[in-house]
């Protein structure tokens, strides 16, 4: 009897031992929101900062939905900000490259800003030379969204990660007419950071008019860290056969191209700068390559890697496309946060540039009563 109680109390005590433990890592996983400035209209913006058991995590803002930090570590175990962005929400005033945002309502470019529906033309801003760009002048990226805390039954629940999770759900209203486009549309971006260091990007969209919708994020990565200087030692891997080409003012022509034998060939790892200075007419990478496989499919998009870190990014998406930028007009001024030409690169998962009038490119026609919904998600992890 005496060994039996012994044996009770001391499964007791190891139950208590573990729930202790488990609630230490069950509240490691966090969302803290902290003030982070007023816009000049007076309109109040919060900073979110989601951590993960592991201590790594990502920083956003409900200013433009936008990644401000995404703080990982290297093979050593030394974290740094692998994204670029300004060191407060000052710089996010100005008007800058559209670092870390969630762009729209459409993303890239439309040629000569206008369209057609049902043989009625809209015309947008045009902000991009002769064309529209990134939604125009007051896009998306300009914008205070609504927020709300994801918990992880919440996440669990989106089943969008094997992985447990917190996150953030940004919302919007772009009202009818918004910088010339048709229809009220409502837009949902879930941003979800989880154990596996892997942040997933949710979009949904809903009209009450036909309009074309393209949304992305357009962070700029440096898996070097902060402040680590150009990105083309970075071995780019892209899971594309074709990329479309354009014209001199990168609207494309509407052919899909081979990348065999181009300097855009990246089916195979090669280093991001090993063939850029081929590319004269942009001054680096600028184009939209087709992901391989079906829309609509999660799929494998892209592979990165710093040798000198070891730190690695695979990027998965149900886009059909993606634009690979490198940072091609950051110039070193404050309004592109004191970055230099080339100090880092963007992997923007998207629909085609101009499909609004390109018949042949997948539609980003949205008509009332259906769903925009395309998912991304960006695993970051080390490589010895």
């Known amino acids: 009897m005496l ?19 488990c609630a230490k890592e069950s509240n490691s996983m ?33 200013y433009g939905a936008i990644i401000v930090a995404i703080e990982v570590p290297d093979r050593d175990g030394n974290r740094s900000n692998v994204t670029l962005g300004f060191k ?22 439309i040629a000569n800003g206008k369209f057609s529906i049902d043989g009625e033309e809209y015309r947008l801003a045009t902000n991009n030379g002769p064309n529209h760009l990134h939604g125009g002048i007051v896009g998306f990226d300009k914008q205070v969204w609504s927020v709300e805390t994801l918990s992880p039954s919440d996440v669990a629940s989106l089943k969008v990660t094997q992985s447990p999770g917190v996150g953030l759900r940004f919302r919007l209203r772009s009202p009818d007419g918004q910088e010339g486009y048709p229809g009220n549309l409502d837009v949902q971006a879930d941003y979800i950071w989880d154990n596996d260091n892997k942040l997933t990007l949710v979009l949904v969209a809903n009209a009450d008019k036909s309009t074309h919708v393209n949304l992305t994020n357009h962070a700029y990565f440096n898996l070097g860290g902060w402040g680590s200087g150009k990105i083309t030692d970075h071995e780019l891997t892209l899971s594309s056969s074709k990329y479309l080409a354009v014209d001199d003012t990168l609207i494309p022509t509407g052919e899909l191209v081979n990348v065999a034998g181009t300097p855009l060939d990246f089916s195979e790892p090669h280093q991001i700068g090993e063939r850029i200075a081929q590319l004269t007419a942009t001054n680096g990478y600028d184009h939209c390559f087709v992901v391989d496989g079906e829309p609509g499919q999660l799929r494998a998009c892209a592979k990165v890697v710093d040798p000198a870190s070891g730190r690695a990014m695979e990027i998965e998406t149900t886009q059909p496309g993606v634009q690979l930028y490198t940072g091609n007009f950051l110039d070193g001024s404050a309004n592109a946060g004191g970055f230099k030409q080339h100090e880092a690169f963007c992997l923007e998962t998207q629909h085609y540039p101009d499909s ?16 925009f919904r395309e998912v991304t998600s960006f695993r970051f992890y080390v490589v010895r």
């Open 30 to 62: 966090e969302i803290q929101r902290a003030p982070y400035g007023k816009t000049p209209g007076g309109e109040a913006v919060e900073l979110f900062t989601l951590t993960n058991d592991h201590g790594n995590s990502i920083k956003m803002t409900n």
């Open 3 to 21: 060994v039996r109680t012994l044996l009770l109390s001391a499964l007791f005590v190891l139950a208590n031992i573990m729930n202790s433990v």
């Open 88 to 109: 407060d929400f000052s710089g996010y005033l100005e008007r800058h490259p559209y670092f870390g945002a969630t762009v729209g309502r459409f993303c890239n470019r």
């Open 356 to 371: 609004p009038n390109k018949p042949n490119f997948p539609s980003t026609l949205l008509k009332p009563g259906e769903k």
